[in-house]
C-alpha cells in the first residue's frame, strides 16, 4: 500500500510525525482506543503518573540494572540491587513529582515494589551466571517493501540463544492463553526485529509477568518462535493501523479498559472533532 507519512490537516499542525515510525506500543494504544492514542501521540496531552505505574516503571530500571550487571559480569547479587531500587526509586518519585496521599502510602508501595523484585530475584528461572546476548537493545527495521513506516522497538532482554524476554509487572495473576493473546503483536515486534538485527531467527518468547498480590508471584509464559502467519498478521495491522492515523479515525472505543485511561476527562468532553 502507499501512504503519506505527513498527512494533511491535523497531523502536518504538529512538528512531530506520529508515523517518522511504528512501535508496539503506538500500535498496542491503536488497537485499545484511537481516540487515546490521539489524545497520547497527536495533543501529547501531558499525564499524571499512578502509583502503579511508578511501581513498574522502578521494577524495570532495577531489572535493568540487574541484566546490564550480568552482562558486564558485575555485582548482581539481591543486597546490590537492592541499593540500586533505593536510589531508583528516590529519583523516579522526584521526577514524576509524585504526591502521596495519604503519606502512608508511599511506603505501602515502595514495599509492594521491593517485594515482587526481591521474589523475582529468588525466584527467576535466569541463572545468576548466564550472560545476556543484549540488554535494552534499539533496534529499527525497514518496512518499504510495504510501504509502511519503519519499525522501532528497545528489546528488554535477549537471553543466551536468542530467546526474547519482556518483563510485566501485574495485579492479578494472569492466564498464559491471555499472556499470549495480549503479547502476541508486541513480542511478534520484538521478533520481526531481532532478525533485522541478528540476521537469525529468536529462538522464542518469556513473558516474566511480576505479580502484585499480597504474597508475590512469578509467571513465566513461554512463545513460539514467529510464524511466517503471524508476521502477516503483523503487517496487516500495521497497514490498517497506518490508514487510520493518515484518514485521522480518532474515534472512542468504550470498555473496561477506560478504567485506567489518562484520558478520561478529555473523552467525556470530546465533540466529535480531531483538532
Ligand atoms: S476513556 Fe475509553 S473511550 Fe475514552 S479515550 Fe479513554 S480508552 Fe478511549
Known amino acids: 500500500m502507499n501512504c503519506t507519512l505527513t498527512p494533511p490537516d491535523t497531523l502536518s499542525k504538529r512538528s512531530d510525525d506520529p508515523l517518522q515510525y511504528i512501535s508496539a506500543s503506538r500500535l498496542k494504544c491503536w488497537q485499545e482506543c ?132 519482556d518483563f510485566k509487572t501485574t495485579a492479578q495473576t494472569p492466564k498464559h492463553s491471555m499472556v499470549r493473546h495480549t503479547n502476541e503483536i508486541q513480542m511478534g515486534i520484538y521478533g520481526l526485529l531481532y532478525r533485522e538485527a541478528t540476521g537469525h531467527t529468536e529462538s522464542g518468547f518469556e513473558i516474566h509477568s511480576m505479580v502484585k498480590t499480597k504474597q508475590p508471584k512469578l509467571v513465566i509464559t513461554t512463545m513460539e518462535p514467529l510464524f511466517p502467519d503471524q508476521t502477516r498478521k503483523l503487517v496487516r495491522l500495521m497497514e490498517s493501523y497506518v490508514r487510520g492515523v493518515v484518514a485521522e479515525e480518532f474515534l472512542p472505543s468504550p470498555g473496561m479498559h477506560c478504567q485506567w485511561c489518562d484520558y478520561f476527562r478529555q473523552c467525556r468532553a470530546w465533540k466529535g472533532g480531531s483538532s
Open 34 to 165: 484511537s481516540l487515546k492514542w490521539y489524545f497520547r501521540y497527536i495533543e501529547q496531552i501531558p499525564t499524571v503518573t499512578s502509583p502503579a505505574l511508578l511501581v513498574g516503571k522502578v521494577v524495570h530500571e532495577v531489572l535493568q540494572f540487574w541484566n546490564l550487571s550480568r552482562w558486564r559480569g558485575r555485582d548482581s547479587s539481591v543486597k546490590r540491587m537492592q541499593q540500586v531500587f533505593e536510589a531508583c526509586w528516590a529519583q523516579l518519585c522526584e521526577e514524576s513529582d509524585m504526591h502521596w496521599e495519604p503519606l502512608e502510602k508511599e511506603g505501602k508501595e515502595k514495599t509492594k515494589a521491593w517485594s515482587i523484585l526481591e521474589f523475582y530475584f529468588q525466584n527467576t528461572p535466569i541463572p545468576e551466571d548466564e550472560k545476556p546476548e543484549a540488554v535494552e537493545v534499539r533496534v529499527e527495521r525497514d518496512l518499504d517493501a510495504h510501504g509502511l513506516p519503519p519499525l522501532l522497538g528497545i528489546i528488554d532482554l535477549v537471553r543466551d540463544g536468542g530467546r526474547i524476554v
